[in-house]
Structures are given as C-alpha cells and as structure tokens.
C-alpha cells in the first residue's frame, strides 16, 4: 500500500496557502460592507445615566447607531448562559448592549454603524454616555472578602460552589503520619490570538436568508444562537467560520454580542455590516483566564507516599458566567493528575469581579490544577528530603491499573476513568531527556559563570476529546476528488492536513485527491465546536468513520462490476481492484460516477451511468431499497466519554542574582497522545503551547488596577514571549492508544501549556531556594522575594546551604 | 484604533514644510512614524494635520568629521547601526541603535525622530545627552542650535514650539583616551529598557580614570547625565572599582515604578549595569591610551 499516510510527518497543506497571504480571514471578506465600531464602558462597575448620541448624529458616512433601547425580543434578553450547572447557583450574563449597568470596562454599551470604521469611531467618540460610578471588585481576594459586590443581589460574589469528593478528608488527613498546608496563587493571561474576534453579516432579502461569516471556533453553535436571538428559522442562517488566526479558547463563547449585532445590523439596514475587533477591544472585551487562589493541604506518609489531599480554590470568573463552570470543573477534576489519591476532596468558589470575563483559554483550568498538585509534589519531597522525581514516582498511577476511575465527574458530565496510559514510563523518558540526574553537575558549571541553576519539572493527565459527537461527511466525486466535510472549525491546527491523511489512509487514495472543509454550516450543520483537544479525537474518528463507509460501498459496486467476491477487493491509490490479480481494477471515480444512475449525461465520465449505456439488471430498480445515489457517506463519532492524554515537562532554568533575570536555558517534553496522526503537527501543537507555558510563566499577566482598569491592553506591554524568549524544546514521544475510539488517538492541542507554570515555578524554586508560591514571577518580584527576610526557604536550601546572593 | 480625521501633507522643500506647519498650530511633523502613528491609532495624539517630512531633500545625510556625527532628520536607525565611519568617531551610535526595538522598527524609525519625541525609554535621547549633543532646530526665522540640555522639558516634551522642524543632532565625537559601552535590560529582547546605561571613561596620560559619566534610559522623566568621576578618580585604569562607581549612581538616579519593575529594581539595575558598561568602556578606553 502506498496510501498508508496515517501516521507520517506530512507537510501542512495549508501553510503554502497562509504564509503567502492567501489566507481568506474574516476583514478580507465584504470589502463593501458597512464597519461597526462600539463605545465602552471606560468604567468597571457603573449605572448608566444617560446616553447622549446627538454630537455624533453631524458625522458624515454614520448610517446608524443602537442602544439598548433598540434591542427587541431575545435581543433585549441577557446573553445565554452557555452551559448551565447545578451547582452554578448564581449565573449572570451581560446583554448585547448595556441595560443601565456595566460591570467591567470594555463592556459593549452603544453600536455605531458607518460607511468605514474610521468614520464609526468618529462617530462613537463623539457620543457621550454618563455614568454613575459604583466601589470595584478586582482580584480574587477582594471578591472573596465581598467588601464591595459585583452583582446588587450576590452579596458574597460567589457565582458556584463546585465540590467534588471521593472519600472522607478529615479523618484520613488526621491519621496521616504528616500534613502540609499552604496557599498560592497564579494569575491571569488570555489566549491572544493574532486575529481578533470578527463578524461579518449578509442579509439576502430576495432570499430571506442570512450569511454570516465569523472568527470562531463554533459556527454551527452561533448558527443556532443567531437564529434564536434574531427569530429566524435555522434553515435560513447560515454561519461560515473562514480561516481563523488563532483561536485559543476565547473563539469558543458565543455568541458575542457582536455576532449578534452585527446580524441584526445587517437585516435592518439590508445592507452588509463588518466588525473587525482592534487588539485594544480584544483586551478589555474579550476573555481572560487563570486567577486563581488554592488552599491546599495534604497528608502523606513517610515515603512521600499521598493519604488525602484537601484542596480549596477561590477562582475569578470575572463579571459574567457565560460558559458556566467549566473552567473550575477542568481544574477540580484534572489537578489530580497522573496520580493515585486514596482520598481527594475539592470545592471551588467561583467569584465575580468588575474584570473581563473568565473562560476557555488554551488548557482551561488545567494549568492551575497541574500547578496546585505538582506543587504539592514539590513541597513533600521538600519535606521529606526526598528527590521530586521520586515522590513523584511512588504517587503514579501504574499501567496495570488502567482503566483507572477517580470517582470523579468531568467536564462533559462523564466519569473521570483514564482509559490508558504509562505514566512511569513518561516519567523514566523525562528524567532521561532532560538529565535529571545530572542537575548537580548543572548547577557546578552555572555557578562557575556566577549563575544560579535550577531544575523543575511536572506531569499531567488531560481528559481530550469530549463529546458529545462529531460528524463526518466524506464523497467522491465522479473526478476522482474527495470532498471532505467536518463541522468543527480550524484556527490554524493542521485540520486540513490531517484529515485528508485519515481520509486517505482509510479510503485508498492520495492526499492530493482530497479537499477538506471544516466549520461551514452549508456543508455540514451538527458540529459541537473545537475546544478541548477534540478536533483529531472527534472529528478525526468521524471522518474516518465516513471514509470506511464510503469504501464499503465503493467495494460493494466494484464487486458486481467486476463480478468479484467483495473480500478479494482492495482500494489502492484512487483503484478498486482485485487483491493480486493486475489489470481486474476498476478506478474509484468511475465506481463514482456508477453510483449515481443518470438519464442525462453531461460529460463523457457521466455517460458510464446512463440509462442505455449498457446492460442493466431490470429485476432491481436504478437505486436499491435502503441505498442512495451518489458515492458519500455521512457518520458520526460520540465517545462513550473523554479519552486521558498525558505527558511530562521539565524546565532548566538559569537565573542571573545580579539581576534576577530568568532564563530556561533547557525544557524537554514527554507527550503521549495515543497514536500519532502526524508527529510533525504534534510537534507543532507541543511547541506552541510551551511557548504559551513560558508566557504564563515568566511574563504574561492581566495588569488590573484597583479602579479595575487594565494597565497593559497593548502587545507593548503585555508581554506575550517573541521567539528570542521561548526556549529550545527536546521532545519524546510515548504512544498508548486509547482503547476508547477507532483511530486509537487522544488530543494533543493543549497539551504543551498546561505544565510551564508549575514545572518553571520549581525549577526556580531550586535554583534559589525561595518558596515560589505565586505565579507568573518577574525579575523585580523576584528580586523582592529574594531580599526578603520573612521569606520562607525550602528545607533542601537549608540543608545544602545553596549560594542565592542575596543582594543588599 | 483608527487615527481621528487628519489632513495629510507632503511637502517637497524645508520651506514648504514650515509654511504648512505655520499656517497650522495643530500640525505634527511625521518623519518615521514608529511612535507617532500608534498614538494616531489610539487616538492619544489627533494632530489636525500630519506633515510628512520624508520627500525633503537633504535630510538623509550623515556627516562624519573629526568633531562628531551629524545625522539628518530622515536617517533610520538601522543606518547608523550599520555606519562604521560613524561608530568610528562615536561608537555610542551603533552600539545604542543596536538596543532601539527590533529590525522592521530600526529600517523605519528615525533617530532625530526619536530624539524630538522625548521619550525617557528611549535611547537616542540618552545618547544624545550622554555625548554632550544638540539638534539644529529650522524655523520660519532661521535655523538654531539647542543643546541637549535645553531641549528634554518632561516626558515626550521638549522645548520646540510653534512651527519647527529638527533637522539635524549632532553627536560630538568621543574625546581621546576615552571608552564607551552601553547595554539594557528589557523584559523581552527589543522591549523598551526596563533600565538601560550609556557610560563613556575618559584617562589621563597615566591610564588613571580622569573622567566617568553616564545616562540611563527608563529611568527619570528626562534624560540626565551623572558624573560618576568620584568614586573612582585616579584610580589606575586596571584597578578601578568600577563597583563603588555603580554604587553612586544608585544614590543618584531617581526612578519610578510602572507595571513592569519597581523603582528599587530599576535603581539595583542602574547599580548592576553601571558597573558592567564601565568594566567595558574601562577596557576600549585603555586600549586606546598608549601605554
């Protein structure tokens, strides 16, 4: 066979396309349309007194403005909540525009439409909108104390009180031969993709139809809630997701309410209407993620062995709940990582504050998990003595253990059982890369070049590909080409590639011969979205599902054809033939072209398939009970439940005690994603995400002042890492087929962000030999920290009398 | 982030440009735009008219004498940093453009640009200062010098007013027996200096330390120049404690705090740097005294 491509580092397909700048994104698309620009509220926490348009109304090309006043029906509604949970007692969402109160700055108050975004922010300027200033929750902590509330009727800020136990803490924490407890922190990022947000809205009235053109990883989804919002029947929207610069997570909410206005915009002026989010909106309109506050305490025995860990997380979801709790669910259910806890009990406290809202982003509450637990890990084997590696190892869950069933309920409402994995071999593979043995060594030769050495590391599982279904569409045409069809969306992943390898894999034809389209409502209508390291999971399962459907069937023609038993036939480079008989062969575009009977014949391919074109059985009708015309087949994936990826970091990093700056100087990686669609693509996948790890890590953070305005809301000072700051990453690959879908695969797209921050927190931490117990570190916290004398210092700094420097 | 309405000149002779900008107090000139046009996109700047100097002959010139460098209005950064008979009078040129932001931002800024926007991160301004320099100042009367001193009212104020165009700095060149370095520490590589130093050392015949100076960038509203000549006087060049001399420069700056360091950190960077530059300069002003 030489179609087997599953499996290979094939090329991306798609970059020829998208590094020449022939790349079709949402602000290339309706180079006619109307621009939609929006005042803000340059205020946290506010009501609305009046809004005053009239200095705008003299401005030459405004065509329209709206408030809320102009919302009617589900559009003067709140926005939905997305994912609704039991134990989110207290949702709240904000509206398309401001209904007399906004609670952070960046909210949407009033719409301007004009003939070019220049001029709509001309006019918007103009427009003056007073407010009465209300007290500002910003940060976790102040939510917690509830000094000032964010919502009049939440007087405790707390949105949900998401719990989850698997035995009784108390008493195994008090038999426990030693407990630790403490409290840390990590703080905000936000996905920040390069393209922003962006809708682009075409109401056809001849047609009564909508199209509608969206940066986002749902369209099928913002299909639905448009039609919804706007009353219109869903066959009457359609939502194309075009190409996408970057999704991230924050892509995944919807609807905006611009992917709802901008709709509404374009129906009452008949006339197309753009939004193109600018990268200050993106910061303060969009979403954020990772606030969190963790008390933790933990019991072990004195092998380092773990008896219960007792975990407490205050987490900021900002103003609004839109995406429910999944974020705290992810952290509550994924911080027990690759681990073996006798007993675990966790409640998160979702709190709101006047920030930007709090979902998805790349990871999604996993980082934070990862943090507490490997922390955990750390401070143990810092008590004990113990080497981190080793604690760790006595903790693992074993490979004879699999399926393996923490007793607790995940993301998609499904039991937490991982269903395969090898984590101590991940764990020999890292200590192997990254010369964990050797860090001594390390640490001689930096502190010749007056450099302080440390070595960190940390292991996770990730639950990918939840469900609750993708599909596939796969069908030949009578050319020879395969269109392949998936309604989940693409943001630059490599869908195209890998798809069409798994088609063509699965099929018998060449990569060259298929065409994959991802997040069209007009070619495919049930989707789910891309969130979750899903894409390869589902739609990946789903496409092959539909392929192997369509190679039935095309065997199933060419046997009568070649009057052959099906199970002789084989399907190799785009030909049906007969397993080692050269020349019985049939092309598959022609087993295309006879599964569709024809009466007309439009071209010489199509002539095979008419009425009179030769002999035809006239005991059976043209197109047999139960079977349809046309080579094509439509299926399905739904997992029974998520599948477990998992993996294992470690940093080196070297720190200047001149300075303080900090540097990984080496990071290697041990991933096991199952079977591997394209090691090169997960390479990629991996490479990105440490690059967003290191980002979280040392640099990124969401600078709110107390009045909760955002310091930092330009790439000049957020600091997201150029290439000059993101390390040389080492890769191995371990691969442990999922027993749960047909291709063996488990996602990889998050993978590689999720352990940065706690395996860079405990490579500082040795190197310096200060408790890191905050999260991202900057040199001048660091230099704080160090100079410090209240401090805490790790037992193994204590010990070894570790030379830090400290400075004057 | 679209710019407010503009009107748009280019004019094609110094003359032109001073009339435009003489018939409109609102008017701003735009020679790179590297610093200007975001604040346009932002909207902190709405000048009512943009005066696009880069069609004005003869201000893409760099002079290079015995005295110094003098670098015309339209020369990019990326110019200097690849000028070798320049660096060869003033080697504080290349080796601070080198730190201006990245490549695609050097091929476009401007370093009189850069200076006449007065920005304290800047690192033009420093040099500028640091080198004893000045820019020469057209306007409607005539042309003028104005000394570095003279120049840096606050941040991103200087004393140009009414219509004005900096068409020239001079950056004097360094004086014999002397030596310069120059280094920064910025969060990522090509951010703006968190603190960044300029020093030059100047011997005497002896190879004793006869005179230290320097200037930092990010650190103070307007550059400064301090003299550091104190804590290593005629001490030989070899056996200076360039560390004593960082350590009065920490007593002598004044720095703030922002988002990005606290003014404690700033002020041990000044410490640090001052003492690395100056082991450097010490090094490049003792191979150029003979022994």
């Known amino acids: ?808 | 982030m679209k710019p407010a309405p503009f009107r748009y000149a280019d004019p094609r002779s110094l003359e032109e440009a001073l009339d435009v900008l003489a018939a409109d107090p609102g008017a701003k000139v735009l020679a790179g735009g590297q610093s200007l046009l975001p604040l346009l996109a932002m909207r902190l700047a709405a000048p009512a008219t943009l005066v696009d100097v880069n069609r004005v002959p003869g201000l893409d010139t760099v002079e290079v004498t015995g005295d110094g460098v003098r670098v015309g209005a339209l020369v990019r950064h990326a110019r200097l940093l690849h000028d070798d008979t320049a660096a060869g009078v003033q080697p504080l040129l290349a080796r601070a453009t080198a730190n201006v932001a990245h490549p695609a931002i050097r091929n476009r800024g401007t370093t009189v640009g850069s200076i006449a926007h007065a920005d304290p991160s800047g690192e033009m301004t420093s040099v500028l200062a640091l080198t004893g320099g000045s820019v020469t100042v057209a306007t409607p009367e005539g042309r003028s010098t104005v000394g570095w001193q003279d120049l840096f009212v606050g941040p991103l104020e200087t004393s140009i007013a009414g219509p004005a165009v900096v068409v020239d700095a001079f950056f004097p060149a360094l004086p014999e027996r002397s030596g310069t370095a120059f280094a920064e520490i910025a969060r990522r590589k090509g951010d703006y200096a968190v603190c960044g130093a300029g020093v030059v050392v100047t011997l005497d015949a002896d190879r004793r330390v006869s005179a230290v100076r320097a200037s930092y960038i990010s650190v103070g509203l307007v550059p400064e120049v301090h003299d550091l000549t104190e804590a290593v006087a005629g001490k030989p060049v070899d056996g200076a404690d360039w560390a004593a001399a960082g350590a009065l420069a920490r007593t002598l700056v004044d720095p703030d705090t922002d988002i990005h360091a606290s003014a404690d950190y700033r002020r041990l960077l000044v410490g640090v740097l001052t003492e690395r530059t100056l082991t450097d300069a010490a090094r490049e002003a003792a191979e150029r005294t003979a022994a």
């Open chain 1, 1 to 808: 066979m030489t179609t087997k491509l599953f499996g290979e580092p094939v090329r991306r397909r798609e970059d020829a396309r998208l590094i020449i700048g022939k790349g079709r994104y949402l602000d290339d698309i309706g180079a006619g349309a109307l621009a939609a620009a929006f005042v803000r509220s340059p205020h946290a926490h506010a009501r609305i007194t009046d809004v005053d348009v009239e200095a705008a109304l003299d401005v030459e090309g405004l065509v329209a403005i709206y408030t809320y006043e102009d919302l009617t029906g589900p559009m003067a509604e709140p926005l939905p909540v997305l994912i609704p949970h039991p134990q989110l007692h207290a949702p709240r969402t904000g509206y398309a525009l401001a209904n007399g109160m906004v609670n952070h700055v960046g909210e949407p108050v009033v719409m301007v439409v004009a003939t070019d975004r220049y001029l709509a922010e001309d006019a918007a300027e103009r427009i003056v909108v007073t407010y009465e200033e209300l007290p500002v929750v910003v940060g976790v902590d102040a939510a917690r104390e509830a000094r000032a509330v964010v919502h009049e009727d939440i007087p405790d800020n707390v949105a949900a009180r998401h719990h989850q136990e698997t035995g009784d803490v108390e008493p195994t924490l008090a038999a426990s031969p030693h407990t630790l407890s403490f409290t840390q922190y990590i703080e905000r990022s936000a996905c920040m993709p390069l393209e922003g947000k962006g809708v682009h809205a075409r109401w056809d009235p001849d047609d009564a139809s909508l199209r509608v053109h969206s940066s986002t990883q749902a369209s099928t989804s913002v299909r639905a809630a448009i039609a919804a919002k706007l009353e219109l029947s869903l066959d009457r929207v359609e939502v194309v997701a075009p190409d996408v610069g970057g999704g991230f997570g924050v892509k995944i909410v919807h609807p905006w309410p611009e992917e709802l206005l901008v709709p509404m915009a374009a129906i009452r002026l008949g006339h197309e209407v753009k939004w193109a989010e600018d990268r200050r909106e993106h910061f303060i309109s969009s979403a954020h993620e990772r606030q969190q506050r963790q008390e933790i305490t933990v019991g072990y025995d004195d092998d380092g062995r773990i008896t219960a860990l007792d975990v407490h997380v205050w987490h900021d979801n900002g103003a609004y709940t839109p995406y429910g709790i999944i974020v705290p669910i992810v952290t509550a259910t994924q911080l027990v990582g690759p681990y073996a806890l006798p007993v675990y009990r966790v409640v998160v406290e979702s709190v709101y504050t006047n920030t930007v809202i709090v979902t998805p982003y790349r990871g999604a509450g996993r980082p934070q998990g990862c943090y507490a637990m490997e922390r955990t890990m750390d401070r143990v084997a810092d008590a004990l003595g113990l080497d981190r590696a080793e604690v760790r190892r006595r903790n693992l869950i074993t490979p004879d253990q699999f399926p393996y069933d923490h007793h607790l309920t995940f993301q998609d409402g499904r039991p937490v059982i991982y269903d395969s994995g090898d984590y101590p071999g991940l764990l020999d593979k890292l200590v192997a890369l990254v010369g964990w043995d050797e860090a001594a060594a390390l640490r001689a030769d930096a502190q010749a070049r007056g450099k302080l050495l440390g070595v960190g590391m940390a292991l996770y599982v990730e639950g990918t590909g939840p469900g609750p279904y993708e599909g596939g569409h796969v069908q030949v045409l009578g050319s020879g080409k395969v269109l392949v069809s998936t309604g989940l969306t693409s943001q630059g992943q490599g869908h195209e590639t890998v798809f069409a390898q798994i088609v063509a894999s699965e099929l018998g034809v060449s990569m060259d011969d298929v065409e994959v389209h991802t997040g069209d409502t007009r070619r495919f209508g049930y989707a789910v979205g891309t969130f979750a390291s899903r894409a390869a999971v589902m739609s990946g399962n789903a496409v092959a599902l539909a392929a192997r459907g369509v190679r039935e069937k095309a065997i199933r023609i060419a046997a009568e054809v070649l009057e052959a038993n099906p199970e002789d036939l084989e399907i190799d480079e785009g030909l049906v033939q007969v397993k080692g008989t050269p020349g019985a062969s049939i092309p598959l575009r022609t087993v295309a072209v006879l599964s569709n009977p024809l009466r007309y014949a439009f071209d010489e391919a199509a002539k095979q398939a008419t009425q009179f074109a030769g002999p035809g059985d006239d005991s059976k009708p043209p197109v047999a009970p139960g079977d349809a015309p046309g080579l094509e087949h439509r299926d399905y994936y739904s997992p029974i439940r998520s599948t477990f990826a998992s993996g294992a970091h470690a940093a080196v990093v070297e720190i200047d005690p001149q300075t303080w700056e900090i540097d990984v100087v080496r990071y290697a990686v041990v991933h096991d994603c199952g079977n591997v669609v394209n090691p090169m693509i997960v390479e990629g996948q991996v490479h990105g995400g440490v690059a967003q790890g290191v980002g979280g890590a040392l640099y990124e953070r969401m600078a709110y002042d107390a009045d909760g305005q955002l310091q930092n809301a330009s790439f000049m000072d957020f600091l997201m890492p150029y290439a000059s700051e993101v390390p040389d990453v080492v890769i191995d690959h371990q691969e442990t087929p999922s027993p749960l879908n047909p291709l063996g695969i488990k996602g990889a797209g998050e993978a590689g962000v999720i352990p940065g921050t706690a395996a860079i927190a405990s490579a500082i931490e040795d190197a310096t030999g200060r408790r890191i117990a905050s999260m991202p570190i900057s040199p001048t916290e660091l230099y704080d920290l160090m100079r410090d004398e209240t401090a805490e210092r790790t037992a193994a700094s204590q010990q070894t009398s570790l030379q830090t420097g400290v400075p004057a």
